[in-house]
């Protein structure tokens, strides 16, 4: 079992700055793809990045890309998005998530609970 606690979101201004970060339990951290999906209000909830075990290998949606940097720290069983220029159009609820494999395919087997990202135009 992973469970996996988010923390960084909140508000901030039209081509700001904000870093996420998702904190995942357990001792196999290392052997999950691991990512980032958002739900805005009224939408469904939409792919934004993933990162392989080693980190060396990351997949944007074409909306993020350029702007968003996903990373990770084995060590300290942490991801972290990284989004610059950011637009109100980003704005939604960001859930961490977790893939037990290397791939990050179909429905991730683990979630977080989510936090609110809103940037203002």
């Known amino acids: 079992q992973v469970q996996l606690v988010e923390s960084g979101g909140g508000l901030v201004q039209a081509g700001g700055s904000l870093r996420l970060s998702c904190a995942a339990s357990g001792r196999t951290f290392s052997n999950y793809a691991m990512g980032w999906f958002r739900q805005a209000p009224g939408k469904e909830r939409k792919f934004v990045a993933a990162?392989?075990?080693?980190?060396?290998?990351?997949h944007y949606a074409e909306s993020v890309k350029g702007r968003f940097t996903l990373s990770r720290d084995n060590a300290k069983n942490t991801v972290y998005l990284q989004m610059n220029s950011l637009k109100p159009e980003d704005t939604a609820v960001y859930y961490c998530?977790?893939?037990?494999?290397?791939?990050?395919?179909?429905?991730?087997?683990?979630w977080g609970q989510g936090t609110q990202v809103t940037v203002s135009s």
């Open positions: 990162i392989g075990w080693s980190g060396g290998s990351t």
């Open positions: 998530a977790a893939w037990r494999s290397n791939i990050w395919d179909g429905v991730p087997d683990y």
